[in-house]
Structure formats: C-alpha cells, structure tokens
C-alpha cells in the first residue's frame, strides 16, 4: 500500500486526453506568455466567482504581495493576518516593509479569530488578511463589520478555499475571495484548483483596484514601455491557463469529492473521543484542501510512525506557530496571544485528502488509524 495526501496522476490520467491536446495546442500557437488560454481563463473564473475583475499571475504568494501593493500601504503599516497559516500570508506583509501582527484563531474552525483582530487594531492598522484555511471561510460577516468600523482594507487568501460558498447571516451567499476588497488564490499542483506548476490569481470587484493590479503584475505598464508605476513581474503561463481551463468546469465535482471523503473520515471516527473531526462553520461550505483532525490525548509521532509503517501519509499543518518562527523574531508579540495556535501545533493532524479517494482506500486509512488508537 502507498497512500499519498494527494493523488495529482490518478487525477491527470481521467482529463488526459483534452489536457494533452491543449498543451500540444499552446506549443502549435507559441503563444506561451498572454496566450488566448489565458484571457478566456481570466474570463472563464472571474464568471465561476462572479468577480468583475480576475487579474492571473506567477502564484499565490506574489498575489498577496501585489494586492497589498495595490492598495498602497505605506512602510510601518500594520497589516493583521492569522498566527496559523501556510508562511506566505504574513511573509510577504514583512516582505514589503509593512509590520505583521499576527492573531490567534477560533479554536473549532482554525481561521483567524475576529475578537483577537478587534484586540489587535491600532492607529496604524491598515488592513486585514484572513485565510480561508483548509477549505472553510473565516468568518466575513465580522470580518467585515470591523474593517468598516476602523475603516480597513480587507484582502482575503483563499488559496486553500478557491469554490468555498460563504453564506453571511445577511441574506446573501458569495464565492471565498470575492467578500472584501481583494481575494488571492494559489493553483500551485496540489490546491483544489491546481495547474501543472506555479500560479496565481487576484479577484476584485473594484474598477480602480483592478486597473493598479493589471499594472503592478506587468511592470506597472499599460502602454508598451510607458511605466507608470513599480510593478513586477508576474505571469500565468499559457500552459498553465490552458490546463485550469479544462480543470475549472470539473472545480465544483473535485471539490464534492473531497467533502465526500471528509464525510467518510467523520463517520468512522465519530465514536471515537480521541479523534476530534474538522467542525463545519455553518456560513461556509468546506471544500476541504486539508481534512485536519485534532488527536486527544494520542501520540501523534506514534499515530504517524504507525500510519507510515501501513504506507499511509500523513502530515502536520502547521507544526510551528508564525509567531515562533525564526524568520519572524525581530517582530515584537505576546507568548501569551495564542493559547489556541500553539495548543493545534501540538495536536493537529491532516489524514490524505484529494479527489482520487475510493471507499476502499478510506476504509484502509481509517481502519489504520483506529488499530493505532486502540478502537
Ligand atoms: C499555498 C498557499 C499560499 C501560497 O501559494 P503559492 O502559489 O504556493 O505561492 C498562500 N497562502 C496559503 C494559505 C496557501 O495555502
């Protein structure tokens, strides 16, 4: 048995035909940078999001840094953003100059919690990030309350959560990623929306935001060599375009397939005290990136040795809280601000989670997991 946490050949093999034949297509074009592909697929997400602007680029961490470019934060701004998430979110807030000030999340859905970013607000606040982690939203309806309140911009990383419904208590249902000013996602291989490399893309449904982003990922140019502001560069491939163009239409069965596995690992672990399944936030559709469990009282060393000796992966996110990392020691916090994170660094556990899980394979995992906890 050799049962990875995502299954990208198995995936591959069932759209092989129609992704080949697009490949072979952008290479017949050697339109390999701002291909066709890459326009109808600008058009084709921004339609599925029901987003007026869908700007692509080179991956998921350069969108986040160019929507904070957009919005023009200053040196010293003071952007809030969650203590339990992939590094890129906060990395790229000190990458630009501007200060992180990471907060603690809600203990039953891990995204960022709205009291601790309430707690967290100053004068130089700017703006606030919250991730949608592991496939579930954070909690907009607040979020968006506060940003309004102490009048800041809110950028949303839904790289884990590309196709998450969120349904605020208002009435009105929405796409992760489309409720604040900006939303960020990754289709690095292994997302939900994955292509076969690295990239990005950033969504808004502001005109003005949307005309600085189109600048800042090529250069700052509108017109051929005219450049009118600093940008960078950062592009989407046409191969990749191409690729998640015939990936978009099957997003929303991809997705159902890994709920459809997370129901299965919450059915076979219901009786068991130990193993604490992923709550479901009753605003937000989980689409599931990770399924991460909390281990009560069990060695998860142990559970992973066990698991790994019956050729089932595992793994930990995030073993370390952002607030311990080396990289962010220079930054002044409280060891006292995230009893939530630094108790999940200890006890969380994310079981193989992709779209290529059959009943069979789950009953192998599950059954191996339960053997080592003893049920
Ligand atoms: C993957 C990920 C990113 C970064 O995406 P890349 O395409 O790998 O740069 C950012 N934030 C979160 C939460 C992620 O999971």
């Not at 019956?310 to 002044?332: E, M, R, T, W």
């Not at 079981?351 to 599950?366: A, S």
């Amino acid at each position: 048995m050799n049962i990875p946490m995502v299954d990208l050949k198995s995936q591959y093999l069932k759209i092989k035909s129609e992704v080949d034949s697009k490949i072979a297509n952008v290479i017949e074009n050697t339109a390999f940078v701002n291909g066709e592909d890459v326009k109808e697929f600008k058009k084709e997400l921004a339609t599925y999001l029901n987003a007026k602007h869908v700007i692509t680029c080179g991956n998921g961490t350069d969108a986040l840094q160019i929507a904070m470019m957009a919005l023009g934060l200053k040196a010293g701004d003071e952007v809030i953003s969650t203590d339990f998430t992939f590094i890129a979110t906060v990395e790229t807030i000190a990458l630009l100059q501007l200060t992180p000030v990471m907060v603690d999340v809600d203990p039953e859905t891990f995204t960022i919690s709205p009291e601790a970013i309430e707690k967290a607000i100053t004068p130089k606040t700017k703006a606030i990030i919250p991730v949608h982690l592991f496939g579930q939203c954070a909690d907009m309806d607040r979020i968006m309350e506060i940003a309004e309140k102490h009048n800041l911009y809110v950028i949303e990383d839904t790289a884990q959560a590309i196709g998450s419904d969120f349904s605020s208590e208002k009435g009105w249902t929405k796409k992760a990623g489309t409720i604040g000013h900006i939303g960020c996602t990754s289709f690095f291989p292994s997302k939900n929306l994955g292509c076969y490399g690295d990239g990005g893309a950033i969504f808004t449904n502001d005109d003005e935001l949307g005309e600085k982003i189109s600048s800042i990922v090529n250069h700052g140019m509108k017109v051929r060599y005219y450049h009118d502001r600093i940008g960078v560069n950062s592009r989407l491939d046409t191969v990749h375009a191409a690729v998640l163009r015939v990936k978009l239409p099957h997003l929303d069965e991809y997705n159902a397939a890994r709920r459809a596995a997370a129901d299965y690992y919450d059915r076979a672990f219901a009786d068991c005290d130990m193993l604490i399944t992923p709550q479901r936030f009753k605003k937000s559709t989980h689409t599931f990136h990770q399924y991460t469990m909390i281990l009560k009282g069990v060695d998860r060393e142990g559970l992973q040795a066990h698991l790994k000796s019956k050729g089932v992966s595992s793994a930990v996110y995030y073993p370390v809280a952002l607030h311990n990392q080396k990289a962010f020691q220079g930054y002044d916090y409280n060891e006292n601000d995230y009893p939530v994170t630094d108790e999940l660094c200890k006890t969380v556990l994310s079981l193989p989670m992709n779209t290529e899980l059959d009943q069979d394979t789950l009953k192998y995992i599950t059954d191996s997991v339960l053997e080592f906890v003893g049920v």
